[in-house]
């Protein structure tokens, strides 16, 4: 094993592993997908044109900010680009035939802000304008989904990293230390698993001021349980074994051994325990957002979409299933990742 | 005698076996009673079956753990007392090398920067200085420059257990427990790392605290001799008379144990006792730990504990029978 793999770190090894698990590469693909879409939102789904040529010379109307006149030549105010788009079947490439402007416009893919109300347009099924519908106030529901991937990736993220240090700091702290301090960690762990974590969030959310922030702060201080239990369970096992004891010979001091040596080789389970605890925020955000406890209103997202439809439900599907489907594609493309790198890490699979 | 490294006075370290708060508290004595002297320069060998605390002896020595009970002195001075800043010290002065030398290194690092690691905690010289002392040590280790790149599973266990000796002693240390660091090797290998153990004792003047169960070993190392049983030191001579006139009961037959050429050349105890085959089933009495399975036990042995005495000089036995 050693001659054929050769010098390879365990990054190396875990990685040519999940390579090799086609499920898993499927779920990292639509991972990096949507994360694509989250970072590119406002280049794929914006009311202005990326890029101008009008009266032979080029403009970002895109780049500019709002109120902000464009060069004094051509002076159109941000709003009038919106008015070309309603002229024609919008593609992303535009001749423009305009009384003085002649000259052709690149469109976002998807030319509506996801703020953009177009009230001929209420409830409008999927169709070549407005691929994926419009919503109840003739917003595009495409738009809005690739703003909203915004809102699921970042609370995901940023509540799990949350989690994540809260977690390692002391689930490490308790596996390490032992005696008292452990029972402490452990106690405060299982006091929070006993009360259900939706609810707490929803009694926590109801307290604050509606942000985005106070909903990554919450689920992040409610979801560390797993990823402490995981650290303390491999602090428990690396504490007993030499190396850790031999460093404590040569005068290492506590933070030392946890941080540079302990953590390191405890990293593996808490990664994974990451990628599914992302999976589980991002429903949480989306089922908060479902009940109306979410981001506030002019910030789209998916669970926000949901929400609008269940007064429709009975002819709009496209408000349920294209919001839902993504929230779905997420959580299972998390999900196989997590388990594809769980798989990947298996020190059984090692010998 | 003031050439003492370690001396022990009456150490002892117990586990509590089961914690609950309704079951009854019951404790398993891993070191009992131990007091030792290991002088300046000398391999100290401690020989006894597993289980019987060697190993936990080496680790009270170096307050790897606290004992129950009793005290360590380290050049006179009392281990339990030291502030942080003599503990540092102390942690330079004294070092281990463990019997698996893959449990024993940090598996996501490479072992040049293991080896490096004592210089960085104790904040050893500049990043080039510390590389030569980190060059020096594993030439003479026999480790080649392109082996200190390598993670400890790309190397073979002989060179795994080279990196943790030259981990050991970047930091020259004066005092090093061996915790049996031959167990986990091939014979050949063994060969190998005995005669770089007896080397760098030379170079270094170190002194030895070799914990062994393989009496040839230790027979071929060692200067003093210590036995070990359940905790006790239960006999303790230099060694050649250790060898030549065995006290103890236990000591025979463990000296008994070592296979010979030839049945022949067995000589000392004649049998050995069905008794004392059965180690682990017998409770262990009140008085003397070893009379459940003494072939030459007394009346009195199941209540009065024995204290060691020196019955030739520098030969101390814990038997009331001799």
């Given at each position: 094993m050693a001659m054929k793999v050769g010098r390879r770190s365990y990054w190396g090894m875990v990685w040519s592993r999940f390579r090799r698990n086609p499920m898993a590469m499927v779920g990292l693909f639509i991972t990096c997908f949507f994360w694509a879409v989250a970072i590119f939102a406002p280049l794929l789904a914006n009311d202005r044109p990326i890029i101008a040529h009008v009266n032979g010379s080029f403009m970002f109307p895109l780049f500019y900010s709002k109120g902000e006149t464009i060069k004094s030549d051509s002076s159109i105010s941000l709003d009038r680009w919106k008015s070309f788009r309603q002229y024609k079947a919008i593609s992303p490439f535009q001749r423009l035939n305009e009384k003085e402007l002649s000259g052709w416009i690149i469109w976002p893919i998807v030319p509506y802000s996801?703020?953009?109300?177009?009230?001929?347009?209420?409830?409008?099924?999927?169709?070549?304008?407005?691929?994926?519908?419009?919503?109840?106030?003739?917003?595009?529901?495409?738009?809005?989904?690739?703003?909203?991937?915004?809102?699921?990736?970042s609370v995901g993220v940023v509540a799990v990293g949350i989690a994540t240090v809260v977690g390692i700091i002391l689930g490490g702290i308790g596996g390490y230390f032992g005696g008292w301090v452990d029972a402490l960690v452990n106690r405060i762990i299982e006091i929070l698993l006993t009360i259900p974590t939706f609810f707490l969030i929803i009694a926590i959310i109801a307290f604050l001021p509606p942000s985005i922030y106070n909903i990554m702060v919450v689920i992040g201080l409610t979801g560390w349980t797993g990823i402490a239990r995981f650290v303390r369970a491999e602090f428990l096992k690396l504490k007993a074994m030499d190396?850790?004891?031999?460093?404590?010979?040569?005068?290492?001091?506590?933070?030392?051994?946890?941080?540079?040596?302990?953590?390191p080789n405890a990293m593996a389970p808490v990664l994974v325990a990451i990628v599914f605890g992302v999976a589980g925020a991002i429903l949480t955000e989306s089922g908060l957002s479902f009940l109306g406890f979410g981001v506030p209103p002019p910030t789209p997202s998916w669970g926000d979409i949901l929400s609008q439809s269940r007064d429709y439900v009975e002819f709009a599907w496209w408000l349920t299933v294209f919001p839902g489907s993504a929230i779905f594609l997420t959580i299972t493309a998390y999900n196989v990742v997590g388990e594809g790198l769980r798989d990947a890490m298996d020190p059984k699979l090692y010998r | 005698m003031n050439q003492d490294i370690i001396t022990t006075y009456r150490l002892s370290k117990s586990y509590e076996l089961s914690k609950g708060i309704f079951s009854k508290r019951s404790f398993i004595q891993a070191v009992n009673d131990v007091s030792i002297r290991i002088r300046k320069g000398e391999i100290c060998g401690v020989v006894g079956e597993s289980g019987c605390g060697k190993s936990t002896l080496g680790r009270l020595l170096l307050r790897l753990e606290e004992p129950t009970s009793g005290k360590v002195f380290f050049n006179g001075e009392d281990i339990s007392t030291f502030s942080n800043t003599s503990l540092r010290a102390f942690r330079r002065k004294t070092q281990i090398i463990f019997q698996d030398p893959y449990a024993s290194l940090n598996p996501r690092q490479p072992v040049g920067n293991a080896i490096e690691e004592g210089l960085l905690i104790h904040n050893i010289g500049t990043p080039v200085e510390r590389k030569e002392l980190v060059d020096e040590i594993s030439e003479i280790v026999?480790?080649?420059?392109?082996?200190?790149?390598l993670y400890p599973h790309e190397l073979s266990g002989g060179q795994r257990q080279r990196v943790c000796i030259a981990r050991a002693l970047i930091l020259r240390p004066e005092f090093v427990v061996c915790d049996e660091p031959l167990s986990a090797l091939d014979v050949s290998i063994q060969a190998q790392i005995i005669n770089l153990l007896l080397d760098l004792q030379e170079r270094y003047q170190l002194t030895y605290l070799f914990i062994s169960h393989d009496l040839s070993i230790v027979r071929h190392l060692a200067d003093r001799i210590m036995v070990m049983y359940l905790g006790y030191v239960v006999e303790e001579a230099p060694k050649e008379e250790l060898f030549s006139n065995p006290l103890h009961p236990y000591t025979q037959v463990l000296l008994s144990s070592i296979p010979v050429h030839h049945p022949s050349l067995r000589k000392g105890v004649k049998f050995v006792s069905k008794e004392l085959l059965r180690h682990g089933e017998i409770e262990p009495s009140r008085g003397c730990v070893f009379e459940p399975r003494c072939p030459i036990k007394q009346q009195r042995c199941k209540k009065d504990i024995p204290e060691p005495r020196e019955v030739f000089p520098y030969h101390y036995v814990r038997c009331i029978a001799i």
């Open positions: 996801p703020t953009e109300h177009d009230l001929m347009e209420i409830l409008s099924p999927p169709s070549s304008k407005h691929w994926f519908g419009t919503d109840d106030r003739g917003r595009d529901v495409l738009s809005r989904m690739i703003y909203g991937s915004r809102v699921s990736l190396f850790v004891m031999a460093l404590k010979a040569l005068g290492a001091s506590p933070v030392r051994i946890i941080f540079l040596h302990m953590l | 026999g480790l080649s420059k392109e082996q200190l790149q």
